[in-house]
């Protein structure tokens, strides 16, 4: 009689669905333990030069993905612009409300998904995204939407400023992004320029800027 045997090593695949709530669950770990990396309370001087720098942009419509307790949504607003900040964990968005109140500062904050934007009240038109390792931690499956998201919402030379660890920073397969990935993913858009970050691991600010011609056809 042919003997049968279980196979430790042919457990399930993990399904698109896990890989988004492990991210989920990752992240509020994070806050919980009042620990997130990323969420120094400190803006990013990238953020600041682009913001305040000689040739800063008037102030208009910003959007941040990712906007943890606020920090930066908070700096823009007081830096003239119109802020609308998303972030997936509803403790973050919670600290980024008391933060803003006690800076006096007017932002929307809405907690929900960067890659499903439609799902929330965020029209455009933005001139103005930031990401602090927001899409760097996004599911590949998921990568497509964050994008198509911000294309639909920008403006004719909007700009991205993103912030993103190097796949070499993570043990997993799905984290990390590099320049190559953007400029595929971003249809529409120009990679302006990439710097490497000043972490001990692989880090890399992006600027993209949105083709206007195309923003004109879109619509």
């Known amino acids: 009689m042919e003997e049968t045997m279980d196979h ?3 457990a399930p695949a993990v399904t698109e669905r896990d890989q988004e709530e492990a991210v989920r669950r990752e992240l509020a770990d994070y806050y919980r333990a009042g620990e997130p990396p990323w969420d120094t ?10 913001v305040e720098g000689h040739d800063a942009p008037l102030p208009g419509r910003a959007l941040e993905l990712g906007c943890g307790t606020g920090t930066n949504a908070v700096y823009l607003a007081r830096h003239g612009w119109e802020v609308v900040a998303v972030d997936l964990i509803d403790s973050a968005i919670e600290q980024a409300r008391e933060k803003a109140a006690a800076a ?4 929307r904050l809405l907690c929900g998904d960067a890659t499903r934007l439609d799902e929330l009240d ?7 995204f930031f990401d602090l390792s927001c899409y760097c931690g996004i599911p590949p499956h998921r990568r497509d939407a964050y994008a198509a998201g911000l294309t639909r919402r920008a403006a004719p ?3 991205l400023l993103m912030f ?3 796949p070499e920073a993570f043990d997993d397969p799905i984290s ?7 400029r595929t993913r971003f249809a529409g858009w120009e990679l302006l320029e990439t710097a490497p970050g000043t972490n001990p691991v692989p ?3 992006f600027v993209l800027r949105r083709n206007a011609q195309e923003a004109r056809t879109d619509r």
């Open 8 to 10: 430790p090593d042919t």
């Open 41 to 50: 309370g400190v803006t990013p001087p990238e953020l600041v030069a682009l």
């Open 104 to 107: 006096g500062a007017t932002v």
């Open 122 to 128: 965020v029209p455009g038109l933005y001139d103005l």
């Open 157 to 159: 030379g909007a700009r």
């Open 164 to 166: 993103g660890y190097g």
């Open 176 to 182: 990390g992004v590099t320049a190559d990935e953007l």
């Open 203 to 205: 880090t890399f600010w």
